[in-house]
């Protein structure tokens, strides 16, 4: 069967849907061709189930500081682990639920189930149907990486996040291979639930944090709660029914691995090397990220398969992007947001901004703040971390910054909005900050780094002549 659409999105994802939203908006015929389960990466298996198990996980594990409080009884506390995932599982239901209730209608009679294949960059075959469209949007998303020699050794006993949510029983014992985002978020999480959880990773920096300072921060805090072994790459072989992990001169038996050594675009099965898209060397076509367009054709990337930002938020303006340029005569320019990221670990990381590894370190001033002395902190028990601020030296333009700190997800919004609008640390300093708040931390930051700046608007940077 043939047919004929003004737009084919591949893939019902996130990225997917918002570039639907757009291409229904702007009156063109679709169809949306989906090759795995509805109800997107992120209410199935990724950011929503991830932190309901985080936020259990940092319940039970309040109980620590209970007694400190004057509250008894915490001893008593006990986790029911196959309940904590029942917990998740119910609550990731309703999630999926949702996504896949509101696009139901829209998605309905326009939805083909399979996995697309590129005849040409206007044909697309899914099983036995073909697809004439005038442009294309692929929004495929991505994959854990799994290495295959693991995967044919251990079975079962590999475990990714695409596994974890599903399981009934959390194994006693864990190697989290990989330390970025969601290794530290998964691996804080079981370890708090009671796993013997011991986090891996070949590189000696965790959660993605370029600046050293920081990083090293970042060690020191979540080192307490469970080892992490750096600097290392992880060997696995079988010992009895267990796994033996070495790295370096550690050693220890697991019962499972989580493996979250990044995630792989997912390409391979669209065949776009037949169709003479140019590829970079991870096979994703080249596109410009404010058009979202590849080369001069008339297809467009959209989230996680851009291989460059695997982020919600990101694959939401990605798809939005893409979908009004693919309904469209001629591509349009968009801004892209200050860059966001944050790690849902305790305490968070966020890394805001320009990244460090890119700023000019001869034209850059830094403000920084331990948290161990925050009153609020204090207050909280969660005065562990640090927040780095960066901004030109010259006239104190914000540029970015990397956060371990309580609240890190609430100040980095306010850090990423600021730099979006051009502001100064003096700019800041001039807003009101209430009393005592995580944010007079950052306050305490901003004036350090305002100290710094050559060009002083001013002899007190907090306040401002009428
Ligand atoms: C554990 C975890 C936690 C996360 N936490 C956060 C978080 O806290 N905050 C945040 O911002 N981001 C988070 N993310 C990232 C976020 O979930 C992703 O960036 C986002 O879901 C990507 O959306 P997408 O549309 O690109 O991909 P997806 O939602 O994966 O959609 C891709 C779709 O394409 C389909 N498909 C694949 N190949 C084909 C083909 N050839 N033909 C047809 N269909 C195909 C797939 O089946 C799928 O339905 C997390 C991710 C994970 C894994």
């Given amino acids: 069967m043939v047919k004929e659409v003004d737009v084919a999105i591949i893939g019902a994802g996130s990225a997917g849907l918002y ?32 932190k309901v198990l985080i936020q259990a996980a940092e319940d039970f594990y309040r109980r620590k500081v209970l007694e400190r409080e004057g509250i008894e009884g915490a001893e008593h506390l006990s986790v029911d682990r196959p309940e904590v995932m029942e917990f998740v599982r119910e609550l990731r239901d309703g999630f999926v639920e949702r996504v896949i209730g509101n696009n139901q209608k829209r998605l309905a009679e326009h939805t083909m189930d ?18 004439h469209c005038k442009a294309s949007v692929i929004a495929t998303g991505s994959r854990p990486i799994v290495p295959a020699a693991w995967q044919r ?20 014992s864990v190697a989290v291979i990989g330390l970025g985002v969601i290794g530290l978020e998964i691996g804080q ?72 050594m990044g995630r792989a675009p997912n390409v391979e099965s669209l065949k776009l090397e037949k169709i003479g898209v140019p590829l970079n060397d991870a096979g994703i076509p080249h596109h410009d990220p404010n058009t979202m367009q590849c080369g001069d054709t008339r297809i467009f990337l959209a989230g996680d398969v851009t ?28 801004r892209r947001k200050t860059p966001l990221a944050i790690t849902f670990c305790d305490p968070n990381i966020a890394i805001v901004g320009t990244p460090w590894s890119e700023l000019d370190q001869d034209q850059v001033a830094i403000g920084e703040v331990k948290m161990a002395p925050v009153g609020r902190a204090q207050m909280m028990s969660k005065n562990r971390g640090i ?7 010259a006239d104190g333009k914000l540029l970015g910054a990397t956060l371990v700190c ?29 009393h005592p708040v995580i944010e007079e931390a950052l306050q305490a930051a901003l004036r350090f780094l305002a100290q710094k700046i050559d060009h002083q608007p001013g002899p007190v940077p907090d306040i401002e002549e009428l």
């Fill in 19 to 50: 570039a639907l939203s757009q291409v229904i908006r702007l009156g063109k015929s679709y169809v949306v061709i989906n090759g795995g389960k509805l109800g997107t990466t992120c209410a199935r298996v990724g950011c929503m189930p991830s």
């Fill in 114 to 131: 399979g996995l697309a294949e590129y005849i040409s960059p206007g044909k697309i075959r899914v099983g036995d149907e073909t697809i």
């Fill in 153 to 172: 050794g251990f079975g079962d006993r590999i475990i990714t996040t695409d596994e974890l949510f599903e399981l009934e029983e959390l194994p006693d």
């Fill in 189 to 260: 999480a079981l370890a708090r639930l009671g796993i013997e959880v011991t986090g891996i990773d070949m590189v000696d920096r965790i959660g993605g944090i370029e600046d050293l300072v920081a990083n090293t921060t970042a060690i020191e805090a979540l080192g307490r709660e469970f080892p992490l072994w750096l600097g290392h790459p992880a060997e696995v072989s079988e010992e009895g029914d267990k796994l033996r992990v070495t790295a370096g001169d550690n050693s220890i038996l697991v019962d499972h691995l989580l493996v979250s």
């Fill in 307 to 334: 291989g460059a930002h695997p982020l919600l938020h990101e694959a939401a303006d990605d798809g939005r992007i893409a979908g009004i340029n693919a309904s469209s005569e001629s591509s349009t320019a968009y």
């Fill in 387 to 393: 927040i780095r601020v960066y901004a030109d030296k």
């Fill in 406 to 434: 309580v609240k890190g997800e609430n100040l980095a919004h306010l850090l990423a909005w600021s730099i979006q609008q051009g502001l100064t640390v003096f700019d800041l300093l001039r807003m009101p900050y209430y």
